[in-house]
């Protein structure tokens, strides 16, 4: 093996790890350990020699005629170191080709791995959107609801105003219409008593008769007392007037609410 060219440190090695059963045995050996950290470090020496003889402390041991190694030719010993070259080359292709087998699974499996990752990634930020979108179109049907009540709620108003107009209107028209018939009467007649229709912020209606010579306090003293109300005016829809507490000394004649008047409370 030293005249094919290997170390004298690795050939000892692998004699001895084949017991030194054959050349055949011992190259396959260094095929399979070339790459060990350790192959050309030095060895110790071996209990036994090279042949593999060995003697037992107190017994003798005996003598054998050793064995000359064949001597091969320098064409054989050429044949065998390239045979041997081959062989590792071979194998160093084989592990070098598993290797890059190897490289290649997992690199696939990454990939795999990341597209798996990239997958759930992007599901979970479409539930994130679908989330998104979903509470803006509940949002969106709640500003509608809320729109159309308010909506509602003035025209509700609204009806309900112009109801109380029309409503102010027909009491008032008989005051026009009889309006002028007084003017053209002869003098008009003197009323002891006048009839009072208080309308209440409530929608309620007061009715009662006062004396003519009441005034527009007793009115106001009626109205806090019945309808337990503290601030409040008077008014009348027609003609239009706002009285004022400068005006509740007078009485019910001299305001011209006889014989009978609709007067209008409103808070204040």
């Not at 070259?85 to 160093?92: D, F, L, R």
């Not at 949002?139 to 609801?145: A, G, M, P, S, T």
């Not at 003197?190 to 929608?203: A, H, K, S, V």
Request: charged share 35%; proline share 5%.
């Amino acid at each position: 093996m030293l005249s094919m060219g290997f170390g004298e440190n690795r050939t000892v090695r692998a004699l001895r790890a084949v017991q030194y059963e054959s050349l055949e045995r011992a190259i396959a050996w260094l095929e399979n350990h070339e790459n060990d950290p350790d192959i050309d470090d030095p060895v110790g020496e071996s209990c036994g020699n090279v042949l593999g003889s060995s003697a037992t402390p107190g017994q003798t041991a005996s003598v054998e005629p050793e064995e000359k190694p064949v001597e091969l030719t320098p064409e054989q010993r050429a044949e065998k170191a390239a045979q041997l070259q081959a062989k590792i080359a071979e194998k160093k292709r084989l592990n070098e080709e598993k290797e890059k087998q190897d490289a290649i699974m997992r690199e696939k499996i990454r990939r795999k791995e990341g597209q798996s990752l990239a997958e759930m990634r992007e599901k979970r930020e479409l539930d994130e959107a679908k989330l998104i979108a979903e509470e803006r179109r509940r949002q969106k049907l709640e500003d509608q609801r809320a729109r159309k009540a308010v909506l509602e709620k003035i025209k509700q108003d609204r009806e309900s105003k112009l109801k109380e107009k029309e409503a102010e209107k027909k009491e008032a028209a008989p005051q026009q219409s009889a309006a002028p018939a007084q003017q053209s009467a002869a003098p008009p007649k003197q009323y002891n008593e006048c009839r009072l229709q208080l309308r209440l912020p409530t929608g309620q209606a007061l009715v009662n008769t006062f004396k003519a010579e009441d005034t527009l306090g007793d009115v106001v003293a009626f109205v806090r007392d019945t309808a337990k109300l503290e601030t409040f005016g008077l008014m009348t829809s027609f003609p239009r007037k706002q009285y004022q507490p400068s005006d509740y000394g007078f009485d019910l004649k001299s305001l011209g609410l006889c014989p009978s008047s609709v007067i209008i409370v409103s808070k204040q």
